[in-house]
């Protein structure tokens, strides 16, 4: 039997920082608004279209009215923040490193800068952290 990767690394786009939510009452609609607010960091080699699709995909408003309960407003928002000062395939290496791995300056950045990241846009425990916990438990020993 043979097994392929669902979530392939070669089609993943950036890297986000911790989702946040927010509630409050929308006085125009009177209805509870809650808003879910995604914050993406492409790779260096994203291009602008790439990461307008990423923006917009994540993107949305709706009213869930749920029978028997009062509605609900919810938005999501995403928003772009700076570009990661590497690319796909730097970011590709770093996940695969292993203990054996040398510790390349390239990596060493990488892993600074991932270190508050999450590969998605999922909320609170259910964020993956983006760092590879073998590479920055090797740095952090050697420091």
Request: glycine content about 4%; charged content about 25%.
């Amino acid at each position: 039997m043979r097994v392929s990767q669902v979530n392939s690394i070669q089609t993943f786009k950036g890297l986000w920082s911790k989702t946040t939510i927010k509630s409050d009452f929308d006085d125009i609609m009177g209805v509870l608004k809650i808003t879910k607010t995604t914050y993406y960091h492409p790779f260096k080699n994203e291009t602008p279209d790439e990461i307008k699709s990423v923006i917009e995909a994540n993107k949305n408003a709706y009213i869930d009215e749920p029978a028997g309960e009062k509605p609900k407003y919810y938005i999501n928002e995403c928003k772009q923040c700076t570009k990661l000062p590497f690319d796909a395939s730097a970011y590709k290496s770093y996940v695969e490193a292993t203990s054996s791995t040398r510790l390349s300056p390239t990596l060493k950045m990488v892993n600074f800068y991932v270190a508050d990241k999450y590969k998605n846009n999922k909320y609170g425990d259910e964020q993956i952290p983006a760092i590879n916990g073998t590479v920055d438990y090797k740095i952090n020993k050697v420091s």
